[in-house]
């Protein structure tokens, strides 16, 4: 880590811009090799933050920040790494690139948990773009100057719009759409501006996403969430970006509005947290009045440790941020590299949780956002001389199935929930049994559910 003085002003680096980095050089030329190739198929942006603060090169490839934001062999299939470098370093064939990307990109289940099918609501058939509803109660916004990051995470499962997978991305130009369909559901609570990231907006611009939410047709939304991952990539955009102060000020008129400002930090590891300036930004967004969570997956060779959990959450308590999600990683891009056994996930978690404060234990997890819902792994049991894991669900598309325990057979390699096998010989989780209706029923927005014309939606937008 360096203890040079470093620029405030945001400075990133992408597959062209690395090698101009001073740390460019301290990096083999196998690791180096890998950043060129990789990052054809999974997108790379990094910045100086993360690389000056984060990042401890004496540690490199093993350090945990430098596997989460720099592309790694090991991410493709050993015959593929060999073809794409073939092509991208000898070769030259821009062609036959572009072909074997897309074929590897395609491999690595670009849209999982039903994301497309399932979740836009349609308006007269037509999907609306840049929102999601997959839960009853929380619409989710992908404002589209909101959809890149300060840096980009290997394991993203949002990785396919970075990398300009046209129809799979989210975004929204404005907020007219959003306020109309919040209008005709009243049964919304939340509303979750998501990305990408929406910090990388500047105030103003994020200003006109959330101030709409905020007039009294919208009484109904009490919860207003900015899921982030600023917090550790780029705290300066809390505490020394030339709009730092602004942002603060959008904090506070949200809160004085009286909603319920929720800043979903997304953390990966304790060293996020260690740096003044990272602690001084969580100080000064809960002292608008504002909530900041912190969630984050679970991912091998990054935060396996339970130590680093544990000091990531006590020290979020400490400052006044409340530990929230561990989350399974999603079964997308290079998921293979990244998955972790769900029995594992759930002993880190239990050994982590053992070792904080009641204070810290208002996390939840290891928990997999799957497509009927969150599902929290409970615990391993032994029932009849079978032996289990112990499963709910916290959200779902069906509120009914939320908090019904249910168990799967123990299976030590199951990485996702639908690896699993129900318990005591049945053929289909009892969420499996209304397949069929269920998810046409349930996905609010659905064809099958209730259909707003966009004309009358908007001419009530504009009442
Ligand atoms: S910051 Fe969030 S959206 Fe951006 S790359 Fe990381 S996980 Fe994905």
Redo the contacts with the bound molecule.
């Keep these: 880590m360096s203890t040079e003085p470093m620029s405030a002003k945001f400075k990133p680096y992408t597959r062209q811009s690395i090698v101009n980095a001073r740390q460019w050089q301290w990096m083999r030329p196998q690791l180096q090799e890998a950043v060129q190739v990789v990052s054809h198929v999974l997108?790379f942006?990094t910045n100086e933050y993360v690389m000056d603060q984060l990042i401890d090169w004496n540690n490199i490839p093993d350090d945990p920040i430098y596997r989460l934001v720099f592309p790694h062999r090991d991410m493709l299939h050993a015959a593929e790494y060999e073809q794409l470098r073939e092509l991208v370093l000898h070769k030259k064939d821009a062609a036959a690139t572009a072909r074997l990307v897309h074929a590897i990109r395609m491999r690595m289940n670009p849209h999982p948990a039903g994301q497309m099918t399932h979740n836009v609501p349609r308006v007269n058939d037509a999907p609306l773009r840049g929102l999601q509803h997959k839960y009853k109660e929380t619409v989710l916004f992908f404002p589209s100057a909101g959809q890149?990051?300060?840096?980009?995470?290997t394991?993203?499962?949002?990785?396919p719009q970075?990398v300009g997978m046209d129809d799979m991305k989210f975004d929204a130009r404005e907020t007219g759409e959003l306020v109309a369909y919040l209008k005709t559901h009243t049964g919304v609570t939340d509303v979750l501006i998501?990305?990408?990231?929406p910090l990388i907006m500047n105030t103003r611009s994020l200003a006109e996403f959330i101030e709409p939410l905020l007039a009294p047709e919208l009484a109904h939304i009490q919860n207003i969430r900015i899921?982030?991952?600023s917090v550790a990539?780029w705290p300066q955009r809390f505490v020394s970006d030339k709009d730092a102060d602004d942002l603060m000020r959008l904090f506070e008129r949200v809160v004085a509005a009286g909603k319920n400002l929720a800043i979903m930090g997304?953390y990966s590891h304790a060293v996020e947290l260690r740096s003044a300036i990272a602690r001084q930004a969580v100080k000064r967004i809960v002292s608008t009045g504002a909530t900041l969570r912190m969630q984050g997956?679970l991912i091998r060779h990054i935060n396996e440790d339970p130590r680093s959990w544990a000091e990531l959450w006590s020290t979020g308590v400490r400052l006044g941020a409340i530990p929230y999600y561990m989350f399974v990683e999603r079964d997308t891009g290079p998921s293979e590299y990244f998955a972790l056994p769900l029995a594992r996930a759930h002993e880190i978690f239990q050994a982590a949780y053992q070792m904080v404060s009641g204070l810290s234990r208002t996390v939840r997890g290891p928990s997999m956002s799957a497509f009927p819902g969150k599902v929290v792994i409970d615990g391993v049991v032994t029932i009849n001389g079978e032996k289990l894991f112990a499963l709910q669900f916290l959200q779902a598309r069906n509120p009914d199935w939320v908090r019904k325990p249910f168990f799967a057979k123990y299976d030590a390699s199951a990485t996702w929930l639908d690896h699993l096998k129900p318990a005591f010989g049945k053929d289909k989780f009892f969420f499996e049994s209304e397949a069929g209706h269920d998810d046409a029923a349930h996905a609010p927005g659905a064809p099958s559910a209730r259909v707003i014309p966009i004309s009358a939606a908007l001419r009530a937008g504009s009442a």
């Design positions: 997108p942006r890149t990051c300060h840096a980009y995470c394991f993203c499962f949002r990785w970075f998501t990305g990408g990231d899921g982030t991952k990539y997304h997956p």
